[in-house]
């Protein structure tokens, strides 16, 4: 069977897994904080976990087109995560923080990336 994203290199596949379990785990924690209520659910924190989703969704998309625009949304969703990893930590929720940490790193690790 022939590799859906062969033209994609290792780096290319750890930060895509990277964007991608980030992305989907600031739409869980949306739910979740909303739920908890108090600070967990203040607008600022709730809009940078919606904005961080969406760069994390926008940058895999870049990623898996091989786009050569990838380092800047790369870029941008590093600087995105690392506020939302932030925020995640300062409310007590560590694991959401690791996994918006760890996009961030892959996410600063593409900036000179080449395809």
């Known amino acids: 069977?022939?590799?859906?994203?062969?033209?994609l290199s290792k780096e290319d596949h750890e930060c895509l897994?990277?964007?991608?379990?980030?992305?989907d785990s600031c739409l869980h924690m949306i739910q979740h904080c909303l739920e908890k209520g108090g600070r967990h659910a203040q607008p600022e924190h709730i809009r940078l976990l919606q904005d961080c989703s969406q760069i994390c969704h926008t940058a895999a998309d870049f990623i898996l087109r091989g786009s050569p625009l990838h380092g800047a949304v790369c870029e941008a969703c590093a600087q995105v995560c690392e506020a939302c990893a932030k925020s995640?930590?300062?409310?007590g929720d560590n694991d959401?923080?690791?996994?918006?940490?760890?996009?961030?790193?892959?996410?600063?690790?593409?900036?000179?990336?080449k395809h």
């Open 17 to 23: 897994h990277h964007c991608e379990e980030c992305h």
């Open 1 to 7: 069977m022939r590799e859906v994203h062969e033209h």
């Open 88 to 91: 995640c930590a300062d409310l």
């Open 96 to 113: 959401a923080a690791k996994i918006c940490g760890r996009c961030a790193q892959s996410c600063h690790a593409m900036k000179t990336h």
